[in-house]
């Protein structure tokens, strides 16, 4: 599939249904405004519950079945995701799941692939970390190479990932960031990653820094979340000559 545009996911309301609240939020655009998007959908997104919710761990919708759903929508609506999912292998293991990254395409099309999983601690309970590299990341998608990082693994491993874009001939480069952040993470009005590499949050954190799509001078481009009033579920995206200009 070519991807002809990018964006993000704002999800800060219904947690407890989120492929219902995406599935809207899509209907809601029409269809020639979406086929051939990237969008990235905030961090474990499969969780049901804010974030930071203090209730017992370990209840979140299964892995297998919240993939099987966002493959359905991303063949229904002609878009790839790459979204925050907490990840349990066939196994049973993890216990607590992985937080993890993966890249979802239209069901049929190919299989979901992991991407990342976070290496950074988080809510007492909530996943098991995982320091070291796993599945594709970057990757390659017809003329777009796509890398993925969840939340403030960021900080982290921004150095090493920039490092593996600046190698790449793709036409174009995406960075995208999974998140439940805080209002203090990205302020300002520009990013600092690498020129030459576009730069997607997702945010679910309902008073944390806005979600937003940075062009490859690191400006941002489309922001949602900023103000009080920018307080729903909403999807946000821009084409490349958008971003271009």
């Known amino acids: 599939m070519e991807i002809t545009r990018i964006g993000f996911f704002h999800f800060v309301e219904n947690y407890a249904e989120p492929v219902e ?5 899509l209907k809601k655009t029409e269809l020639d405004d979406i086929k ?3 969008v990235v959908l905030p961090e474990a997104f499969n969780l049901g519950r804010f974030y ?14 919240i993939l099987d759903q966002l493959g359905d929508l991303a063949q229904q609506f002609g878009v790839i995701f790459v979204g ?13 799941p992985y937080n ?12 979901p692939t992991i991407m990342s999983r976070k290496a950074e601690q988080g809510p007492p309970g909530l996943y098991t970390t995982f320091d070291g590299r796993c599945g594709q990341n970057p990757i390659l998608c017809g003329q777009v190479h796509i890398a993925a990082l969840v939340c403030n693994d960021y900080k982290r491993f921004q150095c090493e990932l920039r490092n593996e874009l600046d ?13 439940c952040m805080e209002k203090w993470t990205f302020g300002g009005s520009t990013i ?9 949050v997702a945010n679910c954190d309902p008073v944390g820094c806005a ?16 103000v009080p009033s920018q307080c729903e579920n909403t999807l946000i995206l821009s084409t490349w000559s958008q971003l271009d200009t």
């Open 21 to 25: 609240e995406l599935s809207a939020a």
């Open 36 to 38: 051939g998007a990237l």
């Open 52 to 65: 930071r919710d203090a209730v017992p761990p370990g209840r979140f919708y299964p892995t297998a079945l």
């Open 84 to 96: 925050g999912v907490l990840e349990v292998l066939p196994s049973g293991n993890p216990s607590p």
């Open 100 to 111: 993890s990254a993966f890249l979802v395409p239209p069901r049929g099309s190919a299989e």
């Open 167 to 179: 190698g790449s001939t793709a036409k174009r480069k995406v960075l995208c960031v999974p998140a």
């Open 192 to 200: 600092d990653f690498a020129r030459g590499v576009h730069v997607i």
């Open 211 to 226: 979600s937003f799509i940075a062009n490859r001078d690191g400006e941002k481009i489309a922001r949602y979340g900023e």
